[in-house]
């Protein structure tokens, strides 16, 4: 399973867009793209999926470069309810069935 | 996607005793997982639970102290057996969902597990 790296916390205000970068060198070919999220007390939720170019949904947009190195997350105009820990997961197939590895995650602080 | 549920949402348990945690999907799924978040970190797989067979458990963590039972396609049940403070934690169960090969994954809200 690819190892993911990202920054361990990034702070922010209401209102801006927050680009949260990471890096998977070692990305297999099948490999898909999962960012998740997780608010206190909660289990991480689904946000987006990519697997190259540009995906965009209605909460976030994911951008993969070419060579799937590495891959940001954007949330646009956050809001204090945007605060949560973002993990970036690489996955695919394996012989052992599906299996996610959570990396540390990043630990945004959106400020009014 | 998949709604999820777990029992308890949360205890408080005394050393040496076990706590068997619930895990309701609403609709039938292959493979379940569970996971384990301590305090301030982030998830940590125990192990995958097929339906009908023996559940596969990652390294650091044994069938004598987490019995996960597998009875149909929609339940599984995790044991914390012999509990210790040091198994203080948030145990999670998650099921497969999205496109076949996309690996996505849908979470339960967890069980705060906390330990004397």
């Known amino acids: 399973l690819a190892k993911t790296t990202q920054p361990i916390s990034m702070d922010s205000y209401e209102g801006q867009e927050v680009n949260i970068t990471c890096s998977h060198n070692n990305i297999a070919t099948n490999d898909y793209i999962t960012w998740y999220q997780q608010f206190p007390s909660q289990g991480p939720r689904f946000i987006i999926q990519?697997?190259?170019t540009k995906v965009t949904n209605e909460v976030a947009s994911l951008f993969i470069p070419a060579d799937r190195k590495s891959s940001t997350l954007s949330l646009p105009r956050v809001s204090l309810s945007d605060t949560a820990v973002y993990y970036c997961l690489v996955d695919g197939p394996n012989t052992g069935g599906f299996k996610t590895i959570f990396g540390a995650g990043t630990r945004l602080f959106v400020k009014a | 996607s998949a709604v999820i549920s777990q029992k308890p949402s949360r205890d408080i348990c005394q050393r040496g005793t076990s706590l068997t945690i619930q895990c309701q999907v609403d609709?039938?799924?292959?493979?379940m997982f569970w996971y384990r978040q301590q305090p301030g970190q982030s998830l940590t797989l125990i192990a995958t639970?097929?339906?009908?067979?023996?559940?596969?458990?990652e390294s650091g963590f044994v069938i004598d102290k987490f019995p996960i039972s597998r009875p149909n396609l929609t339940f599984s049940t995790l044991t914390v057996s012999n509990m210790s403070p040091e198994d203080s934690s948030i145990y999670l169960c998650?099921?497969?969902?999205?496109?076949?090969?996309?690996?996505?994954?849908?979470f339960g809200p967890g069980t705060r597990l906390t330990v004397l």
């Open positions: 990519g697997y190259k």
């Open positions: 639970a097929n339906q009908g067979s023996e559940a596969t458990y």
């Open positions: 998650s099921v497969e969902g999205g496109a076949i090969g996309t690996d996505t994954q849908y």
């Open positions: 609709s039938q799924v292959t493979m």
